[in-house]
């Protein structure tokens, strides 16, 4: 098996995160109603909600008696790829869970499963179920969320697991603060600033997971929508520093941190790597615009209370 493929071009795009949680019908109302997905498709077990955009699905729930992350996907550029990824695996700390495969979820395609060396799940596909009916601009979409933007995962040694995202899955560091890696899957042109990131943490638990709306209007109106059915904005509205993004962030069911985020930064390999020192905001303000109280006490618990299923 060769690993002569550029790591650079192993990854097209993050696309869907599978989580557990005891009230599986509660959580597809929430998500539908009030996050406003619609379902892709089910089965006796998994409810799939998709966006409008093109990937077959954002979010994946299925029932388990505690909340819990069970995997991550990410878009391989290739049936190849996904051999070179889980050789390079086994080279840089991880375990290939599941060697590749026929995926026999509603999506399709073929996959690999593997876990990074901090124990987090990653279901890397490639050939799934495309919509060819994506209308994110469309009028009637535009209070929908588009695709997933970034998952931030904590981790209790950032420095030694973030090689291996770098030299298994050839993310590339977009800014490191003094809180947060920020991590981006190199694109052609330009691509997000950031698809996952990677927080100093005590923990290896599931810190949010991003969904990019279609503009700033979206957003806020998305966190009014948000207030109206009882949930509160545990920290917005505001304008992050790296990356770029406005932002709002909510507890939805079973406690996952979900956020509302749009004009994410664009970049491409030009970009320069920004460290702590140029990422320090006035005393009082926790963004760019200085309106945002900082995170509440709720949303910072939630943030390491959700684990990645063990195996």
């Known amino acids: 098996m060769s690993t002569s493929m550029n790591t650079k071009h192993l990854i097209s795009s993050l696309r869907s995160v599978e989580i557990g949680l005891p009230d599986v019908a509660a959580a597809e109302k929430f ?19 998709r966006g409008t955009g093109a ?15 069970h995997a991550i996907t990410l878009k391989a550029t ?34 690999i499963t593997i876990m990074d060396p901090q124990g987090r799940v990653l279901n890397i596909v490639c050939g799934d179920v495309r919509h060819d009916d994506c209308a994110p601009d469309a009028p009637a979409n535009a209070d929908k969320p588009i695709r997933l933007a970034h998952a931030v995962l904590n981790s209790h040694d ?24 920020f991590m981006r899957i190199p694109q052609t042109g330009l691509g997000d600033h ?23 209007e ?37 406690g996952f941190v979900i ?21 320090k905001w006035p005393v009082g303000r926790v963004d760019q615009w200085g309106i945002s109280a900082p995170p509440s006490s709720k949303l910072k618990q939630a943030q390491r209370e959700i684990s990645f299923i063990k195996h």
């Not at 990937?55 to 992350?69: E, F, G, N, T, V």
């Not at 990824?85 to 399709?108: F, M, P, W």
């Not at 697991?161 to 890696?181: C, H, W």
């Not at 979206?218 to 207030?227: F, T």
């Open 218 to 254: 979206s957003v806020m109106r998305g966190g009014g929508r948000m207030r109206d059915a009882g949930f509160e904005i545990e920290w917005g509205p505001g304008r992050h520093g790296p990356g770029d993004n406005a932002f709002n962030y909510f507890l939805g069911p079973a």
């Open 78 to 111: 290739s049936s190849m790829a996904l051999n070179t990824i889980s050789e390079l695996t086994i080279r840089h700390g991880g375990r290939v869970l599941q060697t590749k495969h026929a995926v026999q979820d509603l999506a399709g395609g073929e996959a």
């Open 31 to 49: 998500f539908v109603d009030t996050w406003h997905l619609d379902v892709a498709a089910r089965t006796n077990d998994i409810v799939y909600l």
């Open 259 to 279: 956020e509302y985020t749009a004009e994410v930064e664009q970049v491409d390999d030009t970009y320069v790597v920004r460290g702590s020192a140029d990422w």
């Open 194 to 216: 950031h698809s996952i990131a990677l927080a100093d943490a005590d923990n290896d638990c599931l810190n949010h997971i991003a969904f990019v709306m279609p503009t700033l």
């Open 55 to 69: 990937d077959h699905h954002l979010i994946a729930l299925r029932y388990s008696a505690a909340p819990a992350l």
């Open 158 to 181: 950032v420095a030694s697991v973030m090689p291996f995202y770098e030299n298994v899955l050839g993310f590339k560091l977009s800014d490191r603060t003094k809180i947060m890696a």
